[in-house]
């Protein structure tokens, strides 16, 4: 990944800047913006688990929760100028552990942002929940404000390997909170992991056998990855082999078919009409604000695209918000990376994408990757006519490698 430049911050605003700078050689055109989402960052949760590398920090007290919506408040009116008149089609509260959040701090959330910014009709409206912190009333106050979708963290049915990947919740109260999601939604995904701490493939298969038993209208199925700076990559615990790995991915492939399930990103499977469309809308290079500490955005304008993250450390956040600038760093994507983040997420999605969609979301011609989409097609990773790109089952499979073809240096 490109590196990204601190903000100067002296230096005026983007928003601010002069015609004269949005046309300088190299310029972007973009024919239209894409739609625009918005992830909500709650950053607390109640204990670190040790696979995880989110930006997320135990609670030890109670939480500053009025203080914390009133900087979210803020960060969103210092954020408005950047996108100015555009509808906001998804909304994500992620964290951490949302619903560690009151319901009236909840409700507040909702109404300062329906407050700030023009919804669509049909948003999109998810919020992260863990099994360990479901109170059906609480959670009937969340759909009555507004809330229109869950994803709970059920991670796995089986209590050893619950306790395995430090969850605060067991077996039981993963049902339950299943049975409450189901009480008051109509729509939720089920997160899982597979490959776990000495899972055999029989274990496995029970853990999706169960999700599927509950019908959730879509399921979000991970391999467990020891990601760096986590408990589980300083102390590595004995996980399956990658012929192992391999026949859970078959398994669950198979099974969530057979279930009437589409499998159509590398880790997401959905009922018809029921895909993530808020994370199809990261995966299509669509645009996000996000607030919060450690939120990132990435913003198009007609000329150029910019990212940014926002302080991590929630005292850190909520400091600068009282200094005016809690995004700590920004960068423009330069149109030499452009191919390679555009490539890095479309090539999540089984289905692939439309050609014409890379003009649309880069203001580039395909000429821009053809040397690599060449090398992939000759490997056999990638195929590709006049009306779709997408990844061969080969590339699927060993995704990583397709996707390092379009970095350039």
């Known amino acids: 990944m490109i590196p990204i430049r601190p903000i100067d911050a002296n230096s005026k605003p983007a928003v601010a800047r002069s015609a004269a700078a949005y046309l300088q050689p190299g310029a972007l055109h973009l024919t239209a913006l894409p739609p625009l989402s918005l992830y909500v960052h709650f950053p607390w949760c109640v204990r670190k688990c040790p696979y995880c590398d989110f930006n997320s920090h135990e609670a030890s007290g109670e939480l500053p929760e009025k203080e914390y919506l009133d900087a979210l408040r803020t960060d969103l009116e210092n954020a408005l100028p950047l996108i100015w008149g555009r509808k906001i089609y998804t909304i994500f509260i992620g964290g951490g552990t949302p619903s560690l959040m009151s319901a009236a701090g909840l409700d507040r959330l909702m109404s300062d942002i329906r407050s700030l910014l023009p919804l669509d009709g049909n948003a999109e409206i998810t919020m992260e929940a863990n099994p360990g912190t479901f109170e059906s009333e609480k ?52 997160d899982l992991m597979y490959a776990l701490p000495s899972q055999t493939l029989d274990e496995a298969r029970e853990d999706v056998a169960t999700a599927i038993g509950f019908a959730p209208p879509h399921l979000s199925l991970y391999h467990l990855t020891l990601e760096p700076n986590t408990v589980f990559a300083k102390f590595p615990p004995s996980v399956p082999d990658d012929d192992a790995s391999a026949e859970m991915q078959d398994m669950i492939d198979e099974m969530t078919a057979s279930a009437g399930y589409g499998h159509y990103e590398v880790s997401a499977y959905a009922r018809p009409q029921r895909q993530a469309r808020h994370n199809l809308n990261y995966w299509q290079f669509g645009d996000y604000l996000g607030i919060g500490a450690g939120a990132h955005s990435k913003i198009s304008f007609p000329h150029r695209i910019i990212r940014q993250a926002r302080f991590k450390q929630p005292a850190s956040y909520l400091r ?3 200094e005016g600038n809690p995004v700590q760093e920004e960068n423009e994507i330069g149109r030499d990376a452009l191919g390679f983040e555009f490539m890095l997420n479309t090539l999540r999605l089984v289905g692939g994408f439309e050609p014409n969609l890379f003009a649309e979301r880069t203001g580039l011609t395909m000429n821009a990757i053809e040397k690599p989409l060449l090398e992939a097609e000759a490997r056999g990773l990638l195929m590709r006519d006049h009306k779709l790109i997408k990844p061969t089952d080969l590339g699927q499979r060993f995704l990583n490698d397709l996707q390092q073809i379009f970095l350039t240096d």
């Open 139 to 190: 959670f009937r106050a969340y759909r009555a404000s507004g809330v229109n979708r869950l994803s709970i963290g059920i991670q796995s049915f089986n209590d050893q390997h619950l306790r395995a990947l430090g969850r605060i919740h067991g077996a039981d109260e993963a049902r339950r909170a299943v049975d409450i999601a189901h009480n008051h939604f109509d729509n939720f995904n089920l």
């Open 320 to 322: 600068q918000i009282k």
